[in-house]
Structure formats: C-alpha cells, structure tokens
C-alpha cells in the first residue's frame, strides 16, 4: 500500500540531507499609506512635497495603483492612462512585487536563488533613487519621479508582507524540502521551475480549493489585525490612528536609504520563515515539470500569531515609509528613526 506521508516544513533542516499573487489586501496597503500620511502631518515641508508630486492624491490613496496597474481584476476598474504608461514602459512590473528567497537562508542577498535584477528589493532601492535624483530614468524599472513615489508607497507595503520575501522549494517529486542555493547551485536559475519545484511565495500551498496560505496572509491576517485591535467596522482611518498610537518596536531604520530595501527583506524573510514552518504541508501533486501545488493545514493557534505578526508589520511599514520620505525631502537635518507619533 503506497504510504501516505504528511510533510512537516518544521523539520526542513533534516529533509535537506534526504521551492496569480496578491499582495497585501487593498486595505493593507491603504493602512500603510495612512500611517505614513498621520505621522507626515508633524512635517509639512514633506507632506507638501508628496502632495505636490502626487497631484493632490494621498498616500492611503495610491498606495494600491501599483497592483492597478496589473489589470482590471486587481482594482475592478479600468486602468488609469498612467498606470497603462507605467505598465506599457515596464512589461515585467509584476515581478516588482515580490523576491522568493529560500527560508532557510539567514539574508536576503542579491544574486542567489529566488532573486532577480528586478525583484522587489531592487527596484524599491531605484525608486528610493529615483526620488533623491541620483540615478539617471532606467535600471531595474522605467519611472519618473511620480511613478517611483506611488510604487514605493506600495512597495514598501509589499516588501512587509513576508510571503512576499520568503519562499520554500521542493525536490522534483515534490516531495522533500531543498534549498535550490544548494540543490540547483550549478544548474541555470538554480534549477527553480525544472528541476526545483517552487511553492511560488505559498501560492501553490492550497489551503482550500479556492484559497491559498498566500491569499491568506494578504487578506484573512488584515482583517484579524483589524480585530486585535478593536476595529471591527474595517475603517482604514480608524486602524491606522490606533497603530500610530502605539507604534511597533524595532521600526527604526539605520544606515543610507537605499540599503533599507535590504534590511527590510532579510527582517521579513525571518518572519516567513516562521510562517511556512508553522504549517503542515501534504504531498505534492505535480501538474508539469518543475510544479505542483500541495494541500497545507494550519497550526492551531496559527490565526492569532500570523493576525499579531501583520499588525506588526503594517505598523512597520508605515512608519518606515513616512521616515523614508522625510529623509529623501528632508535631507539628514534630523537624525534617522526621529519620527515619533502623533498625540492621541
């Protein structure tokens, strides 16, 4: 009788001896442009500048415009002839959303596997120096000053939500745990797609037929946060008011912005890390070479961490964005992580 094995990711450190996405929910990117538009109220020198770039439009307001511009079904509306140019000049800007670093990796480095020249940790760094005119209008993506405000700000969100940062890979067969850093270090792309099977940010991890444990955290988690705290009527002004209130610890940036990016995806990948270990994952079904899909159970007690773990990271990403802003406009007159929130 062919046995039948349930696949536990807590134990992928021994396994390795034997790899259509959303991201945050509208309402977790509006959240974190919130924050950032409350805290940036104690700094109008900066406040009019985002203004002035953004024709009038908040950051609560067009920190979604970056998922608009994947098409109708993101925004159900039409695109905007700006998101269509923003689209029309970078055909890849799917792939500015996310990285898929294996999770047993300590650090997001660029150029090992799941990264790319245009993944998200890249072009958050060119946007941020795009904004502080320091590189010329190409690179990792085509955008002016406006274009890398408005996908910062969503971007920033993105980057926060670590199932957009972290990923697990499987063997062939879809069935043991690899690091394709290791399995596939000779192999083109490290293998990932032929030879190593990607669970694509736990895309392909199906909690149901309908939902899976990516959907999950960029929708289900939003909402749980919501409810940690008090707010039950989903009112992005409300939420955003109570995490300013009480900001989360270890926010506060250090180093040049452009290594922010870098920062922020190695602190996420640990969090996903922690993610897709707190799951069980069930064997693989291939569908072609190099893919599959496998069934995962939640943990008991996996709602309240993951819904803890969001409130926390919208709150970061908030707060990371307005001091972002207020040192690419501000200049260094203040020293880095002086933001402090606003009076209740």
């Known amino acids: 009788m062919m046995r039948v094995a349930t696949i536990l990711v807590v134990a992928f450190f021994v396994l390795i001896d034997s790899r259509i996405a959303w991201s945050w929910s509208g309402d977790g990117h509006r959240t974190v442009g919130a924050i950032a538009d409350l805290i940036l109220e104690k700094y109008p020198k900066v406040r009019e500048r985002v203004a002035t770039i953004l024709g009038g439009n908040s950051l609560a307001e067009v920190s979604v415009w970056a998922d608009c511009a994947k098409g109708f079904r993101y925004c159900h509306r039409p695109l905007s002839d700006e998101e269509k140019a923003f689209a029309s000049q970078n055909r890849a800007h799917h792939a500015f959303h996310y990285t898929d670093v294996p999770i047993q990796q300590s650090a997001y480095h660029a150029g090992t596997a799941g990264t790319a020249e245009n993944d998200i940790v890249a072009v958050s760094a060119h946007a941020i120096n795009v904004l502080r005119e320091k590189v010329p209008n190409h690179g990792p993506a085509i955008l002016n000053e406006r274009d890398a405000l408005w996908l910062l700000t969503h971007l920033v969100g993105d980057i926060h939500q670590p199932l957009h940062v972290g990923a697990v890979y499987f063997d062939k067969g879809c069935a043991a745990v690899v690091d394709p850093n290791v399995a596939g270090a000779r192999l ?157």
Request: with cysteine.
């Open 188 to 344: 083109p792309s490290f293998g990932i797609d032929t030879t190593i099977a990607s669970t694509k940010g736990g895309n392909e991890l199906k909690i149901s037929s309908s939902r899976n444990l990516h959907a999950y955290w960029d929708g289900g988690t939003v909402t749980g946060a919501m409810r940690l705290v008090g707010v039950r009527d989903k009112s992005i002004e409300g939420f955003a008011k109570v995490i300013v209130g009480a900001p989360p610890q270890g926010w506060r940036p250090t180093g040049d912005p452009d290594t922010w990016p870098t920062q922020w995806a190695t602190e996420s990948l640990l969090v996903a890390r922690s993610a897709l270990t707190q799951v069980e994952i069930g064997p693989g079904t291939p569908a072609e070479a190099g893919k599959c899909s496998w069934p995962v159970t939640l943990q008991r007690d996996y709602a309240n961490w993951s819904n803890r773990q969001t409130l926390t990271q919208l709150g970061k990403a908030g707060f990371r964005l307005a001091e972002l802003l207020r040192v690419v406009f501000m200049g260094d007159d203040q020293p880095t992580g002086s933001i402090s929130p606003r009076p209740r």
